[in-house]
């Protein structure tokens, strides 16, 4: 059985469309490209069984939607596999009907966190065959294919299909599988290089990334509710929380050295604490890696010591993002965040002196800001640029999507102004708001130049001391900048 894993291009005057390993979704008019995690560990598990499997990442090869169609052809797939998140999957139902027209005999399965949410949706308006739900679909789609080749007599819980005019499922999906046993990624196979370049996470090119657990500790914590942020669309399809080995991760960044990367950032939703950590840290210091490789994370104000950080620091580790969200206590404590804005600024603070080089995001638009709530969260990004406790950040406009808490507050309290899916993609505020559109865009453009102050321009120009630095910052972060504003110029015409 052959099996082609895509991102069918979505050409749009937005920009490019973040579809892969993103959970709040945005057209970037920069080009960004996102190494796709679990499709790649698909991919690798699915050619490991024996089978065909082709790459055809339409977006990331810039390819129009000829090009693509005619690549689908040469590859003569059984089974087509896309992924799509909430603004993108009208468009998608328009073209998987399309991809039936030209291939009528062709499979067509779709996996994301929307479908996951609203998996029937799909189903009523085009004419997928199946659609796999929860985070875990590398593994289901390993089952379904097995399934489908008479290897095996049962579908895994959680996925849908099509059977004499009805849809079925096999159940609601569970995240009982070991991740421990997870091949290496089979990067050769998923073109990693196709993302080692385009992408802001990265000062020292080529990058990649790993994702060694899924996903967020913080949902773990029994103060977190067992849900955690209710902003997050992963939310949805990883509720637990499960990791890999520092072993594990130690093998694969020995790994990405040898293919010539020279940073790596971990897209778990909050990196590994406590004797896990150290022990990972201990692991490249030992193997050397920390003075071959840079290294990034996700990682929450509150969990880590000074000691640790420059631990990390030691170990290779650079870039470390962290959500801000807002300084405002009351909006941190209704998206169930956790933290205080004071830990925020000593977690940067602390992490800054242990020789990272921290990143916050940040979002405007919840229903309950007031405009002066909102700019305290543009005074904060000022203040942390200013004292030198931060390096980089993003500014997004709260979008709430369906599977997650803020959705269902949302649909409850009738704060949406629509369920029109294309709208979700930050071009515009989706909840009602006290503060008027175009001012809430106007916000999230000084979040992005609030680090324009003497004291922080002064201070990064004299820190330079490679070529790395002056086109991460300079010629690449001007583009990124110039990018991120024109993303929030307008309003939808």
């Known amino acids: 059985m052959k099996i082609a894993i895509s991102y069918p291009p979505i050409i749009s005057s937005k920009g490019i469309p973040l579809l892969s390993q993103n959970r709040q979704f945005q057209y970037f008019n920069n080009p960004t490209f996102i190494y796709p995690m679990i499709p790649a560990y698909a991919a690798t598990m699915l050619k490991e069984n024996g089978y065909t499997v082709k790459w055809l990442d339409g977006i990331a090869e810039r390819w129009s939607y ?62 997928v065959d199946y659609i796999l739900t929860g985070g875990d679909y590398d593994f289901l789609l390993l089952n379904l294919v097995k399934y489908l080749d008479r290897k095996t007599k049962f579908l895994e819980p959680g996925i849908y299909f099509r059977k004499k005019g009805k849809v079925e499922n096999s159940g609601k999906f569970k995240l009982d599988h070991d991740i421990t046993k997870l091949p290496i990624i089979d990067r050769i196979l998923t073109k990693w290089e196709l ?3 385009y992408n802001g996470n990265f000062k020292h090119t080529p990058g990649t990334y790993t994702m060694i657990g899924r996903d967020c500790w913080w949902r773990r914590a029994s ?22 080995t520092p072993e594990r991760l130690l093998e694969e960044i020995g790994k990405c050295i040898k293919l010539g990367v020279r940073e790596v950032f971990d897209d778990t939703g909050t990196f590994p604490i406590g004797p896990w950590l150290k022990k990972f840290c201990d692991g490249m210091i030992e193997k050397g890696y920390n003075k071959k490789i840079k290294f990034g994370c996700n990682m929450r104000a509150k969990g880590l010591s000074e000691e640790e950080y420059k631990l990390m620091g030691k170990a290779g580790f650079r870039f470390i993002l962290y959500g801000l969200e807002s300084a405002s206590q009351k909006t941190l404590d ?32 919840y229903p309950w800001e007031s405009k002066k709530q909102a700019e305290k969260t543009v ?6 640029f200013d004292k030198g406790y931060i390096d980089t950040l993003q500014a ?22 629509t369920k029109d899916w294309d709208r979700y993609d930050m071009r515009e505020p989706i909840m009602k708001s006290p503060i008027p559109d175009k001012e809430l865009l106007g916000l999230t453009q000084k979040i992005y130049t609030s680090f324009l102050t003497p004291k922080y321009l002064f201070r990064k120009l004299a820190s330079f001391r490679s070529i790395d630095d002056v086109n991460y910052y300079v010629v690449r972060g001007s583009r990124y900048l110039w990018g991120h504003l024109k993303d929030f110029a307008k309003l939808r015409i």
């Open 223 to 244: 103060d977190a509710g067992g849900f955690g942020c209710t902003f997050c669309s992963w939310t949805s399809i990883y509720p637990k929380w499960r990791v890999g």
């Open 66 to 127: 000829g090009i693509f169609i005619e690549k689908l052809a040469q590859t003569k797939s059984d089974l087509l596999v896309i992924e799509s998140k909430t603004p993108t999957i009208k468009t998608y139902w328009k073209i998987i009907d399309d991809i039936k027209s030209h291939f009528p005999k062709l499979k067509i399965v779709l996996v994301g966190d929307h479908v996951s949410a609203l998996p029937m949706e799909s189903f009523e308006n085009c004419q």
């Open 334 to 365: 209704r998206i169930n965040k956790g933290i205080t804005p004071e830990e925020l600024v000593n977690a940067v603070k602390i992490a800054k002196k242990g020789g990272l080089e921290p990143h916050v995001t940040c979002m405007v638009g």
């Open 379 to 384: 005074d904060r990004t000022k203040e942390l």
């Open 195 to 197: 993302y080692a370049y």
């Open 396 to 417: 997004t406009v709260v979008i709430p999507y369906p599977g997650t808490a803020l959705f269902a507050e949302c649909d409850k309290k009738s704060w949406l102004k």
